[in-house]
């Protein structure tokens, strides 16, 4: 998850770690491969959208270094899977349509989609669904669902080319009626050549962490020196800024208590006290972990502290529980899996 370079970039329950530092090289690379030599100042206008908009950027990270996952990938890539937009009210997510749309722009990967609004091409999804789910490989299951479907618009990264012949799964959304006009006009939106497709791109992320092996910090060093300051500027979230590590990095557990105790300066941090109340209150299984901000370290005083919270829901139960309070409480904040956000 990405929040521009002041926002900071996350993975599942945590930030400031390899797994985030992964994330920022490949969402660099990818800027460079599709740029080119306007790599960074695209990175810069880039960040700017995010943190003027107050947007967060979820992605699927692929990788052969953090692990294998299902099957190890040819390349190491990324798609982007989500984008919430925060603004001044309630977080909302883009559409389909509305994401393709945004990655275009910024020239960014997303998946193939396939659109079936009608009962005609739904009944044949899941007939070939059906008949493909159990031994379905890449190559023959795009063929079918390209033919079935009512619109496709092709993704930019070629799963069987980054990833192989092996499908982890499909993933089915429900869209509004409009989708099939946005979605007609995206089929016939040429994507832009990639510019940087035939220059030097660096070391991989393969070799980078090949070569520092032996040492994680030496790792995350590597990784962000390379991703480039236009998308990195400030490493304080991995390695800590004026005279404190990122080892005490973490505040004192009172923070949260001083958090929903104090007079809110703006909706989302009404709301976001809100959430956290009820999740307390209902004894959700959840831990508020909050962590100084070091990027705004150098504006510490006593009553202008800056810190960031990570709520890491520990089984998937309180997902549910939280849902069943929102059916009480409409004015409530949705509970979502996999968003960050500057606030």
Request: charged residues 25%; contains cysteine.
């Amino acid at each position: 998850m990405y929040a521009g370079n002041r926002g900071g970039a996350y993975s599942k329950n945590s930030f400031g770690n390899i797994y985030t530092a992964v994330g920022i090289f490949v969402l660099g690379r990818l800027f460079r491969e599709a740029w080119g030599r306007e790599a960074p100042k695209m990175q810069a206008e880039f960040n700017d959208c995010l943190e003027k908009n107050r947007i967060s950027v979820s992605m699927e990270l692929v990788t052969a270094v953090l692990g294998d996952h299902g099957q190890r990938p040819k390349d190491d890539y990324a798609v982007i899977t989500a984008v919430t937009e925060f603004g001044h009210g309630k977080p909302q997510f883009y559409s389909t349509p509305e994401l393709i749309k945004f990655c275009r722009a910024w020239r960014l990967p997303t998946n193939h989609v396939w659109l079936f609004s009608t009962r005609k091409s739904a009944t044949s999804f899941f007939v070939a669904y059906d008949a493909l789910c159990e031994e379905g490989t890449a190559t023959p299951v795009c063929k079918v669902l390209g033919k079935i479907a009512d619109i496709s618009v092709p993704g930019s990264k070629d799963h069987v080319i980054v990833q192989g012949e092996i499908l982890e799964g499909l993933v089915a959304r429900i869209v509004s009626r409009e989708s099939s006009v946005q979605m007609g006009v995206l089929r016939d939106f040429r994507q832009r050549s990639l510019d940087g497709g035939d220059s030097d791109l660096g070391p991989s992320l393969r070799e980078i962490c090949a070569a520092n092996r032996s040492d994680e910090k030496q790792r995350i060093k590597a990784l962000l020196e390379n991703a480039g300051s236009s998308l990195c500027s400030d490493h304080c979230d991995w390695f800590g800024n004026s005279g404190l590590d990122a080892q005490s990095r973490n505040a004192d557990r009172s923070v949260v208590t001083h958090f929903l105790q104090a007079h809110p300066t703006d909706y989302a941090t009404k709301k976001l006290q809100e959430m956290i109340r009820l999740m307390k209150k209902r004894n959700l299984p959840a831990a508020f972990k909050c962590y100084w901000n070091y990027q705004k370290i150098d504006f510490l005083s006593n009553y202008n502290l800056h810190y960031k919270m990570v709520i890491h829901v520990h089984k998937d139960s309180a997902f549910r529980r939280y849902q069943q309070e929102i059916t009480k409480n409409q004015e409530l904040w949705p509970l979502y899996r996999g968003v960050s956000s500057l606030m």
